[in-house]
């Protein structure tokens, strides 16, 4: 009976350290909380001035622009606005975003540094390092 409860044990044990080393990354990323792009200033700088087509969950934000429909990513949490006292942008509103260009597997993503609603300008990232100042 011992040795099955000992057994169980070691299991369970090998069970709860594999999740969490799985739950942990894995090394994946600088862990500087920059995120799997982690050298966005290396990136193509850009400016886009459009009004706001949806805002995506965990994601960012859809644009139209001059130049057509442009993703916006890394525009900060929530919170981080509600701290800046800065209106997130609504569906309809006109902003804009200055930030880095980068390639992230092959595919180009547009990392928001700042984006100005109305007359206001929240600051996303730091511009010295690119981390986001959320973090």
Do not use: C
């Not at 011992?2 to 169980?8: L, M």
């Not at 509103?93 to 180009?108: A, C, I, L, P, R």
Request: a negative charge; hydrophobic letters at 40%; charged letters at 20%.
């Amino acid at each position: 009976m011992r040795k099955k409860f000992v057994g169980a044990v070691v299991v369970l044990m090998v069970v709860f350290l594999s999740a969490g080393l799985g739950l942990a990354g894995n090394g994946k990323g600088p862990g500087n909380g920059t995120g799997p792009i982690h050298d966005i200033l290396s990136g193509t700088p850009f400016e886009y001035t459009g009004d706001v087509v949806s805002l995506v969950p965990g994601a960012g934000m859809l644009i139209a622009t001059d130049q057509g429909n442009v993703t916006i990513y890394g525009i900060g949490p929530v919170r981080y606005w509600e701290r800046e006292e800065v209106e997130r942008p609504a569906v309809g509103e006109s902003v804009t975003v200055h930030g880095y260009t980068v390639d992230y597997s092959g595919v180009d993503r547009n990392i928001a540094m700042s984006i100005t609603v109305g007359e206001q300008t929240i600051e996303l990232r730091d511009p010295e390092s690119g981390i986001p100042l959320w973090r």
